[in-house]
T-cell receptor
Framework: SQTIHQWPATLVQPVGSPLSLECTVE??????LYWYRQAAGRGLQLLFY??????ISSEVPQNLSASRPQDRQFILSSKKLLLSDSGFYLC?????????????FGQGTRLTVV | AQRVTQPEKLLSVFKGAPVELKCNYS??????LFWYVQYSRQRLQLLLR??SRESIKGFTADLNKGETSFHLKKPFAQEEDSAMYYC??????????????FGAGTQVVVTP
């Protein structure tokens, strides 16, 4: 069966420090991968999505970047964190896309920038 | 531009009472809509999709293209329905792949 792993679960980082959040999917090939941010009072915002290795689409201009070095690995990074980067980050995957396609989410990472 | 609007941030209902979560969308293409739910300390997960016209855990949602709505309803709320609910719209992208756009979410609290 397919599973998605996301780590770390919680992270406290000082302003200006780098960031690396990792997400891996098991049990499927060539998944579509997503990074979402769940900011307080603002719901889920799509940050990046990827349809294949090295293919990254950015949804909003920001202080973050994403990379997909392997088929089932998706990394969210920042060179210098801002206070506004605090939030709950969710990785998700799906296979193909049709009206019946379901997206599967990781447990999330709670990032607090201090 | 496409948009999903959930006007209620918080919905508090009594057990056994009906509950309706509103969702309106704005999209020029053919809409594909979903409801996702996040129970306390659990992952965000799919609740139902409009294409299936299904009832899950007593919830139903009807796509109304005229009103551009996809409201989620349940006739008798249960305490275990307390959760965060997100309405989502699949938006077609130039690579025909599509992406999910979510509303801001509605927190449902069912009190005994």
């Amino acid at each position: 069966s397919q599973t998605i792993h996301q780590w770390p679960a919680t992270l406290v980082q000082p302003v200006g420090s780098p960031l690396s959040l990792e997400c891996t999917v098991e049990g499927t090939s060539n998944p579509n991968l997503y990074w979402y941010r769940q900011a307080a009072g603002r719901g889920l915002q799509l940050l990046f999505y990827s349809v294949g290795i090295g293919q990254i689409s950015s949804e909003v201009p920001q202080n973050l970047s994403a990379s997909r070095p392997q088929d089932r690995q998706f990394i969210l990074s920042s060179k210098k964190l801002l206070l506004s980067d605090s939030g709950f980050y969710l990785c998700a995957w799906s296979v193909g896309w049709s009206p019946n396609t379901e997206a599967f989410f990781g447990q999330g990472t709670r990032l607090t920038v201090v | 531009a496409q948009r999903v609007t959930q006007p209620e941030k918080l919905l508090s209902v009594f057990k056994g009472a009906p509950v309706e979560l509103k969702c309106n969308y704005s999209y020029s293409g053919s809409p594909e809509l979903f409801w996702y739910v996040q129970y306390s300390r659990q992952r965000l997960q799919l609740l139902l999709r409009h294409i299936s016209r299904e009832s899950i855990k007593g919830f139903t949602a009807d796509l109304n293209k005229g009103e551009t709505s996809f409201h989620l309803k349940k006739p008798f709320a249960q305490e275990e329905d307390s959760a965060m609910y997100y309405c989502a719209l699949r938006v077609q992208t130039t690579d025909s792949w599509g992406k999910l756009q979510f509303g801001a979410g509605t927190q449902v609290v069912v009190t005994p």
